[in-house]
């Protein structure tokens, strides 16, 4: 049986009060909230209680040993979201602290990593997705998603690219001795009366990167993910129909620039 991989999360409220009469203040803003594995959410807890709550020997002791027993809420149980409530008094704060709880289960994947590989230098994830799902089919999603490549349509679009950007670019001079480069960054192509591609540059700091969309026959064209973990017949059908359609667009492209 598959493993559970559990997250933890935890919000933590406090109230000026000693006793719970209602939990509306649990709607109001969070003090400190948590997330990630257990241990690194309890040992993160501890030291906010102490640092900043004024949590110390027997109510420190007795509320962590609280929430550490919540995790009872998803043994036995299964994947799933478990929600749980835990109330703490500190009579040296004078505080109530509510400790809402939320443990997301789920089975943990038995594919090896996407990376890893034996003595033999083989891909042991793609080995383990043909044992599962067939040479065949997996060969012919592969080449479907190798076919569908979208540095092949930029690289057929690069000459027009490159003219747009020299029509279009401009240098103004601004004061102290700065200049602003302007220049296009959205690229529009109707190669065809049925086919429009636009492709859009995006800059982070020093780095742009682009993306693509295309319209064709009146429809959005959804390029394949190389992220596969499941390769159905049907998938398999989809690619390759994704390819053939790929294809055709590229000769349209050559056509109509005359590349």
């Known amino acids: 049986m598959k493993k559970l991989s559990k997250k933890c999360g935890v919000q ?44 110390t020997g027997k109510p420190l002791t007795d509320t962590l040993d609280a929430i550490n027993k919540t995790s009872r809420v998803y043994k036995s149980v299964g994947e799933g979201v478990y929600e749980t409530v835990i109330h703490a008094f500190n009579s040296t704060t004078k505080m109530l602290y509510t400790f809402k709880i939320e443990y997301d289960v789920e089975r943990m994947s038995n594919l090896p990593s996407k990376y890893k590989t034996n003595n033999k230098g083989e891909n042991l994830y793609e080995k383990r997705l043909i044992q599962l799902h067939g040479g065949g089919r997996l060969g012919r999603y592969r080449l479907a998603i190798k076919n569908v490549n979208i540095n092949t349509l930029l690289e057929l679009l690069l000459p027009m690219i490159n003219e747009q950007l020299k029509n279009g670019s401009s240098v103004r001079l601004l004061p102290y001795s700065n200049v602003e480069i302007n220049h296009p960054q959205v690229f529009k192509f109707t190669p065809s009366d049925d086919l429009s591609i636009t492709v859009k540059f995006s800059s982070f700091g020093s780095y742009t990167r682009s993306t693509v969309d295309i319209i064709y026959k009146g429809r959005t064209v959804f390029l394949l993910n190389g992220c596969y973990k499941e390769v159905t017949e049907e998938k398999t059908k989809e690619a390759l129909a994704v390819a053939d359609q790929f294809d055709e667009i590229c000769a349209i492209i050559k056509e109509s620039y005359s590349l």
């Open 12 to 55: 933590l409220f406090v109230k000026n009060t000693s006793v719970v009469i209602d939990t509306d203040y649990l709607h109001n803003e969070v003090r400190n909230e948590l997330y990630g594995t257990k241990n690194y959410v309890m040992s993160k807890i501890r030291e906010i209680l102490i640092k900043y709550h004024g949590f």
